[in-house]
């Protein structure tokens, strides 16, 4: 049986996180002591390290979600689990397309500048008309 707060050091999760988790039905509500304190499984520990692991490959509590009933369904075709995963790798490419964009903007701002005085700034120039920042690639950083 684990407390709380071991499973929080060894997923490094916050305690904050892992009662949310409990409360969207991520994780189960655990057992508790007499005293009322929480006691968690290897099966909780195991569970919390997948949810930690997906959220760090950038999927969304939802896909978590979905990924984790097929798991607990092991008979299940991993079809679905191929799709969501096609489509995290769809959003991470698309963000990346943007951060190039986002790369290509900064490297042609910083290129432009003469190096004079801040009133002929190119890089503050560019800053202060947004349009100009934004000609091709709308919506860069989101």
Known sequence: MLTIGTLSRKTGTKVQTIRYYEQIGVLREPGRTAGGQRRYLQSD??????????RQLGFSLDAIRDLLGLADNPEQSCSQADSIAQQQLLQVQQR????????????????????????DCRVLDVLRDHSECLTDHQNIGE
């Not at 290509?104 to 801040?118: D, F, N, V, Y």
Request: aromatic share 2%.
């Open 96 to 119: 990346i397309l943007r951060l190039q964009a986002l790369e290509q903007e900064l490297k042609r701002m910083i290129a432009e500048c003469a190096g004079g005085q801040a009133g």
């Open 45 to 54: 520990l195991d569970r919390l390290a997948f949810v930690r692991h997906g």
